[in-house]
């Protein structure tokens, strides 16, 4: 199933939001530019943008992880980004996703941390049995299934957790960095709670 957003929180319970973006955004491509119908769904697809981005639980959370914004929206320039890649990221990119993404993080003051986009959709995740393959051959669409030891999950979910991972490795760096810089706290930084509630998103 294709969603707008994929997000996970620190206990792993993953929730996929935005169910219908993307045959919206089959339908709008679809549309004749300018008609009345084309403007109903560009209407509709920002109600669902805003009740996905809604259903996050902004209140509980502190950090908030995502894939670099800056190279999902670096648009043609994108370095290593194929045509087909940019085609399937465009709605992801689509402007008012990342601005109200950054607004509700600025109005909820949750720390958003964009991590280093690649590879996250490949590494093989598999706890019980560690395992690091990170083949390109280990997705096939919404599927990952890891070549070397057969773990199988959603794509989205295994995105999402290894966002999840490389968020955490940021806050452990940016943590050691406080202790031995206390200045940098006095500058009204937001200061990291123990409970670390922590949700990581994937964008599909
Ligand atoms: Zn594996």
Redesign the pocket.
């Known amino acids: 199933m294709r969603k707008l957003l994929t997000v996970q929180d620190n206990e792993e319970r993953t929730a996929y939001l935005g169910r219908e973006y993307h045959d919206l955004q089959d339908r709008i491509r679809r549309a004749r530019p300018g008609s009345e119908n084309r403007k109903k769904l560009l209407t509709e697809r920002d109600h669902v943008i805003g009740r996905a981005l809604n259903a996050v639980p902004w209140n509980l959370i502190d950090v908030f992880g995502v894939e670099d914004l800056n190279g999902i929206t670096r648009g043609k320039h994108g370095l290593g980004k194929n045509k087909e890649f940019r085609r399937k990221r465009l709605p992801w990119a689509h402007r008012s996703v990342l601005e109200r993404l950054l607004a509700k993080a600025i109005e909820n003051r949750v720390l958003l941390i964009a991590v280093y986009a690649r590879g996250t959709s490949r590494e093989?995740p598999?706890k019980v049995q560690p395992?690091g393959?990170a083949s390109a051959l280990n997705r096939k669409g919404e599927v990952f299934r890891?070549i070397?030891?057969g773990?199988t999950a959603d794509a989205d979910r295994v995105g999402a957790h290894n966002i999840r991972s490389r968020t955490l490795a940021i806050l452990a760096l940016r943590r050691d960095w406080q202790r031995e810089h206390p200045l940098g706290r006095s500058r009204g930084r937001p200061t990291l709670r123990a409970k670390d509630a922590l949700l990581c998103t994937s964008a599909a």
């Open positions: 093989c598999n395992c393959c890891c070397a030891c773990y």
